[in-house]
T-cell receptor, first 114, second 114 residues
Framework: AQSVAQPEDQVNVAEGNPLTVKCTYS??????LFWYVQYPNRGLQFLLK??????LVKGSYGFEAEFNKSQTSFHLKKPSALVSDSALYFC????????????FGTGTRLLVSP | DTGVSQNPRHKITKRGQNVTFRCDPI?????LYWYRQTLGQGPEFLTY????????KSRLLSDRFSAERPKGSFSTLEIQRTEQGDSAMYLC????????????FGSGTRLTVV
């Protein structure tokens, strides 16, 4: 079965500094990988996805993610963090079996301090 | 079309009561998913519809849970004889039929069982 791991429960970064939120995956075959963001008491919002092609994927709100097949990672990055980026971030992989449901990680809380 | 709509946003119910939640997906999406999210966890898959057919159910979906999607449009999730352990955010998402699609999530229904 496909799975993702988010090794950090929380990431703290100062505003203006670069941020990285880590995700590793375990899949058979080529993965479809996604990042979502969740603000308090809200549903998940799509940020970006990797299907195929360039390893650096650009998404919404200035976020990007780097797909690394050898390290089985899909880390989320942003060159300069904003306080408003503070939220819960989820990495997900599309299940290859069954009906291709998304399987989510446990989430990483990002706190950006002023 | 303004996205995926879920009602109600919040529901407080007494243990043992039945509750029903509604999800209106994006109209052109034929796939609909229900997920459950508890505090500090990532969303966990509950069930999946393609048009009106319920094609996959998680083992998390006990006999007290039932979901429908009549005519392949909106969906309802009913929980009978609620228990305190059912307290969670219930998320609905929809997607198109293309394999690489991510999901569009609703804002969720937060259930509190007292």
């Amino acid at each position: 079965a496909q799975s993702v791991a988010q090794p950090e429960d929380q990431v703290n970064v100062a505003e203006g500094n670069p941020l990285t939120v880590k995700c590793t995956y375990s899949v058979s075959g080529n993965p479809y990988l996604f990042w979502y963001v969740q603000y308090p008491n809200r549903g998940l919002q799509f940020l970006l996805k990797y299907i195929t092609g360039d390893n650096l994927v650009k998404g919404s709100y200035g976020f990007e993610a780097e797909f690394n097949k050898s390290q089985t990672s899909f880390h989320l990055k942003k060159p300069s963090a904003l306080v408003s980026d503070s939220a819960l971030y989820f990495c997900a992989v599309r299940d290859k079996g069954g009906f291709q449901k998304l399987v989510f990680g446990t989430g990483t809380r990002l706190l950006v301090s002023p | 079309d303004t996205g995926v709509s879920q009602n109600p946003r919040h529901k407080i119910t007494k243990r043992g009561q039945n509750v029903t939640f509604r999800c209106d997906p994006i109209s052109e999406h034929n796939r609909l998913y229900w997920y459950r999210q508890t505090l500090g966890q990532g969303p966990e898959f509950l069930t999946y519809f393609q048009n009106e057919a319920q094609l996959e159910k998680s083992r998390l979906l006990s006999d007290r849970f039932s979901a429908e999607r009549p005519k392949g449009s909106f969906s309802t999730l009913e929980i009978q004889r609620t228990e305190q352990g059912d307290s969670a955010m219930y998320l609905c998402a929809s997607s198109g039929s293309a394999g690489a699609d991510g999901y569009t999530f609703g804002s969720g229904t937060r259930l509190t069982v007292v």
